[in-house]
């Protein structure tokens, strides 16, 4: 097992650079840690830590019309029943899938312990093919790089008073050594992933599995 991740640790450094490479004209090193962004906040209003940025699985720019989630909701802090702690690293998650009862509220505490950007997103199978397009998106306008987020970027106007910074509450995006949460409501059982959705990392195996008791 731990072989399989030290591959696909490998195979995401070389596709997501890669992309990178094609996107920006210069490979960017998965390893070379340029710099945190301590000034945002993390995971739409619940992260424990600065320098991450929550977003969802569909037409995400800021700026857009609102989403609504066929499996829940975004849930209150007063109501948690329980708390799920994740850890990210390249590229897997821990723990490796996940079991939840429809209508109860899940507190997840995520941390991103690998050396790239990664992200914990809640969705269905089309929902992340569909954002990972975005992310790709954001590789090309230089939002989004292999182990940083370009916060300044996030802000340019894309038109119609759209912006590339991300506000939903069913992801969190975050920096190498950042932490944020999510409080999510499941309000029926469907089949869902939690996933990273960028570039190369999803195809590298950066998935899990959420259940239904």
Known sequence: MQTQKKLKSVLTALIFTGALSLASGQVIASGSHSGGHGSEKAGHGHGSEKGGHGHGSGGHMKGGHAHSYDFGEPGKASEVDRTIEIVMKENFYEPESISVKAGETVRFKIVNQGELVH??????????????????????????????????????????????????????????????????????????EFACNVPGHYDAGMMGRLHFK
């Open 119 to 192: 992200e914990f997103n809640i969705g269905t199978r089309p929902m992340h093919m569909a954002h990972q397009k975005e992310m790709e998106l954001m590789v090309d306008h230089g939002v989004l790089e292999a182990d940083r987020i370009n916060h300044e970027r996030m802000k340019m106007d894309m038109g119609g008073g759209k912006t590339m910074e991300h506000d939903d509450p069913n992801s969190v995006l975050l920096e190498p050594g950042k932490s944020g949460e999510i409080i999510w409501k499941f309000t029926k059982a469907t089949e869902l």
